[in-house]
């Protein structure tokens, strides 16, 4: 391109504009709908349909397992795929400073692009804006999502009842401690990156593999684990407990947790999920986690109870247990 930086021309709709969408976005993302370059997209959908929306304003831009770009497909997916869904096209919308850098961009839509592959998505229609320098924070994103539902699929709190088996898909709080670290000029070991990840085709198969013996999914962001776990007991009037011996942390997280006086429960997780399943499929269910990547780690982390509805407990290693409540306020800010 003529320019380095994202100039307000940029985003005047003139000849500048098309030059950013022929030389940036196109070559990367180009598709049979969103060549079409209209104001809107023609879907080809039927049955059922989920849609969904997200925003991603995280700082750095880049970490360690992810970007904004790879967050802003993956998040949006996930999302999808918590109620369901079979993820099919999204939308994307890209907010631009005046002076961010265009090889940048060019990075950030590469990691769109891979990321949408991974998951099957295409990106289908979408925008840009540019904001004058100062007032953007470098780039913001949103996408839009909507997929078909998957037969089989009855994904509500509402299912949740007593006695159904926890599982979380691997360990937590690795991405807000990566976001964390690289934020702050902290040096983490190599294993401990973003968990970003699409999610969809492992939640495929598990709802393949037991069907309505899933209640509920939920991708534990913003909060972690403790908020998802939190809101589902209090949607549905049941209690939780867990084991905290048996909840995945990795060593490196959970030494930045006890640095910064963090709990890895309420750290942002962007790759992970929580399933609640009924006993008599949860071993149908690990097996079928076990065999896909972001599944390996998937283990049992407690229950549900009649006892204490909307309450979850934390049965600690010396045999007490503890309340974990809803995370009070801002903790990790800006972690997606």
């Known amino acids: ?21 022929e030389e940036v976005v196109l070559p990367a993302l180009g598709n049979t709908l969103l060549n079409v370059l209209h104001d809107g997209a023609v879907l080809p959908l039927t049955g059922r349909t989920a849609f969904t929306t997200d925003s991603y304003v995280v700082q750095p831009h880049f970490f360690p397992g992810g970007s904004i770009g790879r967050l802003a ?9 918590m109620t369901g869904a079979a ?3 999204l939308s994307l919308a890209v907010i631009l400073e005046e002076g961010f850098p265009i090889a940048a961009l060019r990075r950030i839509v590469a990691d769109i692009a891979a990321a949408a592959e991974e998951a099957g998505v295409s990106i289908v229609t979408g ?23 998957l037969a089989g699929a009855d994904i509500a709190p509402t299912n949740i009842t007593a006695g159904m088996d926890i599982i979380v898909s691997g360990t937590l709080g690795d991405h807000a401690a990566t976001v964390m670290a690289a934020r702050h000029g902290l040096t983490l070991p190599p294993e401990i990156q973003s968990d970003c990840a699409p999610l969809c085709h492992l939640t495929a198969e598990m709802i393949v593999a037991a069907g309505d013996g899933i209640a509920v999914l939920r991708d534990p962001t913003r909060g972690g684990a403790a ?10 009037g049941v209690g939780v407990l867990l084991d905290e011996e048996q909840i ?15 709990d890895p429960l309420t750290l942002a997780n962007e790759g992970k999920l929580l399933a609640f399943v009924r006993p008599d499929v949860t071993a149908r269910v690990l097996d079928v986690m076990h065999e896909n990547p972001y599944g390996r780690e998937a283990c049992v982390i407690g229950h549900t ?5 909307g309450t979850v407990g934390l049965r600690t290693a010396l045999g007490g247990i503890r309340v974990v409540d809803l995370p009070l306020g801002e903790l990790v800010p800006r972690i997606c």
Do not use: W
């Open 1 to 21: 391109m003529e320019h380095d930086v994202i100039t307000m021309a940029h985003g005047a709709g003139g000849q500048l504009s098309h030059a950013l969408m």
């Open 73 to 81: 497909v993956c998040g949006t997916v996930n999302d999808l795929s």
């Open 87 to 89: 993820p099919a096209y």
């Open 127 to 149: 925008d840009t804006k540019v904001v004058p320098r100062g007032c953007g924070d470098g780039i913001y994103i949103n996408t839009a999502g909507v997929g078909t539902m």
């Open 227 to 236: 908020a998802s776990l939190n809101e589902l007991a209090g949607a549905a």
């Open 248 to 262: 995945p942390v990795r060593p490196a997280v959970q030494g930045v947790c006890e640095m910064l006086g963090f």
């Open 305 to 309: 109870t009649a006892d204490a509805p």
